[in-house]
């Protein structure tokens, strides 16, 4: 049996999107900075297009945490993320310089 | 949907509203003033009459070597207005004091040729329901209200998200029904709903702008950190920079610069001419940037664009922030601040975004009475008789207290406008204490008096407010109206004050004849403190 979602620890949760949400966030920035378009150096009109996808996945990890079974789960996982996209960027930086 | 996932959701909605809820509305209200900042901040103005009418483009560069043998200063750093009105009367500006601390000036000639320099000050009227639309309504410095604004943006954003879940799988049902009857906080809800979903887009694009506004700075300092390698400022400068003229070559006049741009840029109209001279190891030649606008586009600032023009030869060299020049990923940044800002499509844009904003207020607003209707009803089946508990109404004297104490503020703040210069020394600073003072005095009111008494109350105080605005423009000695659009403010001051009455009228009847128990009846326990 699937365990039921609850409110009740929203707190734990809440706490992970702010922290690990953000971090997440600007690891995915950190993608499209070295791995998009025009590369590391891209230029000025990238750097700001990078800042602003921030808010928006750090907005969704916000929003959607609560859908994560406990504030166990939401740490675990968005751990997970954060390992597996902070891992990309840091390697792939480390292979191109 | 599984059921526990739309209670969970619902807990989350109604917390990150109640948190956020009352910040937005003043956000909302304040922001749907800026739509008309300009109008405003010329209402506002009082006329000069220390310039004679706008010396003609063709005679700008004698205006400009008369003021640099008497103010050097102006020499290397002066704007020239294209569109002169009451708020800039004047045809050159230049900054005389620093630039933390700006002095701003402006020049004329008159037609015999005499030079006219004078301190300019246009009303900050409009910069001021700015700032209070951008701090969230807090009475703070930047450095403290922005992140808090950042982060009631965020709280709204997860409203919006969650309030979509708890909508979707009764979506089918409940789109197009606005149940008006019996059921209160049926039809409160259906409002709510409808507002909400129809509205959402624009809604989570203003969210999502708000927080990059708020704490764009930090997370531009995490990126530094721990993308840039500390090296943020380098990568800043990875662009070719336009080719700098001769520092020697003359400059082009202005009107054949402006023919110039005329030509490569037909739609555009600029508005100022902002010269300033370029540092030594920059060339030392002197830089251009025209603002303007050219409404089949969106506009970087709330009002223009911008475009870096040579000034020897009027040939466009930097068109990042030009509507209608600018590349697909210069565009696509721009319609970020484009869309939060309204600045597209011209007045019937701006007048739909006022709407939006005034919309979006009603959303918080009835937000708070749900909150307060659904926890009424709660007691209700645990303990029989109907026995408000203290937050309910606690809640609900602060939901009618802020809103209305940031409406009834607003509104003798402006009607102040055209009382105060000449009058007090510092406009500004009595600007915001007149609408704090209304504010907090608001608040006490409702916390004194009880929601059910105050909201009727204070709603005719707010009527009573926005009726100063129109009245002092006609009946107040030394009061001013200039001709044109602007007598639109006294307009819709007006017909805010008649909505307002109209509102007093029927909170009034509800605390008479409204369900005895609810928070909105006089039947109800009367006071919640005692003044």
């Keep these: 049996m699937t365990q039921l979602l609850t409110s009740r620890d929203w707190f734990g949760k809440a706490l992970a999107a702010a922290t690990l949400g953000f971090l997440l966030a600007v690891g995915i920035s950190g993608l499209w900075t070295w791995f998009g378009p025009g590369g590391f150096r891209g230029g000025p009109v990238k750097m700001q297009i990078s800042m602003w996808m921030v808010p928006l996945w750090w907005g969704l990890v916000c929003s959607l945490v609560f859908f994560f079974p406990s504030p166990r789960a939401a740490w675990g996982w968005l751990g997970l993320a954060n390992l597996v996209v902070w891992g990309i960027v840091l390697g792939g930086q480390r292979m191109m310089s | 949907m599984r059921q526990d996932v739309v209670k969970t959701y619902k807990d989350v909605h109604s917390w990150v509203g109640i948190v956020s809820g009352m910040f937005l509305f003043i956000a909302f209200f304040a922001g749907a003033l800026t739509m008309f900042r300009e109008p405003l901040t010329r209402w506002a103005t009082p006329p000069s009459t220390q310039f004679s009418a706008p010396v003609p483009l063709e005679r700008v560069e004698e205006l400009i070597a008369a003021v640099a043998i008497t103010h050097p200063k102006a020499a290397d750093s002066y704007t020239i207005q294209l569109e002169p009105g009451p708020e800039m009367p004047a045809r050159l500006y230049w900054n005389e004091g620093q630039r933390r601390e700006p002095k701003l000036m402006g020049a004329n000639l008159a037609p015999d040729g005499t030079l006219e320099v004078h301190p300019v000050q246009e009303s900050k009227l409009g910069y001021l329901a700015d700032e209070l639309h951008r701090r969230v309504g807090l009475p703070l410095p930047n450095s403290v209200a922005l992140p808090i604004t950042g982060i009631v943006s965020m709280l709204y954003f997860v409203a919006l998200v969650s309030g979509l879940i708890i909508l979707l799988p009764s979506l089918v049902k409940d789109l197009f029904a606005v149940r008006v009857g019996q059921n209160l906080k049926r039809m409160w809800l259906d409002v709510h709903n409808v507002l909400g979903l129809f509205s959402l887009p624009f809604h989570l694009m203003i969210a999502l702008t708000a927080i990059v506004f708020a704490v764009h700075d930090q997370i531009y300092d995490a990126q530094d950190k721990l993308i840039y390698q500390d090296r943020i400022e380098e990568r ?234 129109p009245l002092v423009t006609l009946l107040a000695p030394g009061a001013w109206s200039h001709p044109g659009p602007t007598r639109l403010v006294d307009g819709l001051a007006l017909a805010a004050a008649l909505t307002l009455f109209y509102l007093a009228r029927l909170a009034r009847k509800r605390s008479i004849s409204g369900q005895p128990g609810s928070v909105w009846s006089k039947s109800g326990p009367k006071k919640l403190v005692s003044l």
């Design chain 2, 236 to 469: 800043w400068e990875d662009h070719e920079h336009p080719p700098a003229p001769d520092k020697a070559t003359p400059l082009l006049s202005v009107t054949a610069l402006l023919a110039e741009l005329k030509r490569q840029a037909p739609g555009f109209t600029p508005v100022t001419l902002a010269y300033s001279r370029e540092e030594e190891d920059h060339g030392g030649h002197m830089g251009l940037r025209v603002a303007g606008h050219d409404d089949r586009f969106g506009h970087r600032s709330g009002e223009v664009g911008y475009v870096g023009v040579d000034s020897t030869t009027g040939l466009m060299n930097e068109t990042e922030m030009m509507p209608g020049f600018q590349k697909a990923a210069e565009a696509t940044v721009t319609s970020f601040f484009t869309l939060h800002f309204g600045s597209f499509g011209g007045l019937p844009v701006r007048w739909g975004y006022f709407l939006m904003g005034i919309a979006g207020t009603f959303i918080f607003y009835t937000g708070n009475l749900l909150w307060i209707e659904s926890r009424r009803k709660r007691e209700r089946r645990n303990s029989g008789p109907v026995e408000q508990s203290r937050q309910t109404y606690a809640l609900a004297a602060l939901t009618v207290g802020v809103t209305l104490g940031s409406v009834i503020g607003v509104g003798f703040s402006i009607a102040a406008a055209k009382l105060l210069p000449g009058r007090v020394a510092d406009v500004e600073s009595w600007h915001i204490g007149i609408y704090y003072g209304f504010f907090v005095a608001a608040v006490v009111w409702a916390f004194g008096r009880g929601a059910a008494r105050a909201g009727g109350e204070l709603l005719l105080a707010a009527a009573v407010a926005f009726l100063a605005i």
